[in-house]
């Protein structure tokens, strides 16, 4: 078996299972990694998640990972970017919510507030529908390449 081919199955493995877990509602997900700190287990398993969704496209789609046409460059430099932003997802939902559990109050301050619970939302959901929404554009363009030729 290809290293890539590993690679596709383990991520594919691992957001099908965050998939389940966060969709069930499981009560893994409010485990704590830490008896001093709140650290819920979700927070992980929702990151690695995340990160797994763009890693299935990328090892999945052959045209994305050595693209050979502008489109699919493209494509593949916004996958690239989706990546990068899952990968960072922890730590700027860090920076806004100032806790690992991502709990945020009606204080008026900037972190940990209504207007950073806002920000977590909106870039949570971008990160993790960008990747769905660019494999729909993915599959669109292909199906137009392939009715060319």
């Known amino acids: 078996m290809k290293n890539r081919k590993l690679w596709f199955i383990v991520a594919m493995i691992v ?4 998939s389940i877990l966060l969709i069930s509602g499981s009560s893994v997900l409010t ?6 700190a709140n650290i819920p287990l979700g927070t992980f398993i929702t990151w690695f998640g995340i990160i797994a969704l763009p890693l299935t496209l990328f090892c999945g789609a052959h045209k994305l ?8 460059r493209f494509l593949a430099y916004v996958l690239k970017g989706f990546i990068v932003l899952a990968l960072l997802w922890v730590p700027i939902c860090y920076l806004l919510a100032g806790n690992i559990s991502f709990t945020f109050t009606e204080k008026a301050e900037f972190q940990g507030g209504q207007l950073a619970m806002r920000l977590f939302w909106y870039f949570s959901y971008f990160v993790a529908s960008g990747p769905i929404i660019l494999f729909l554009i993915y599959g669109i ?9």
């Open 15 to 18: 957001f099908l299972t965050a």
């Open 31 to 36: 485990l704590s990694l830490s008896q001093k």
């Open 65 to 72: 990972r050595e693209p050979s046409d502008s489109m699919d």
């Open 141 to 149: 363009a292909s199906a137009f390449n392939r009715k060319k030729q």
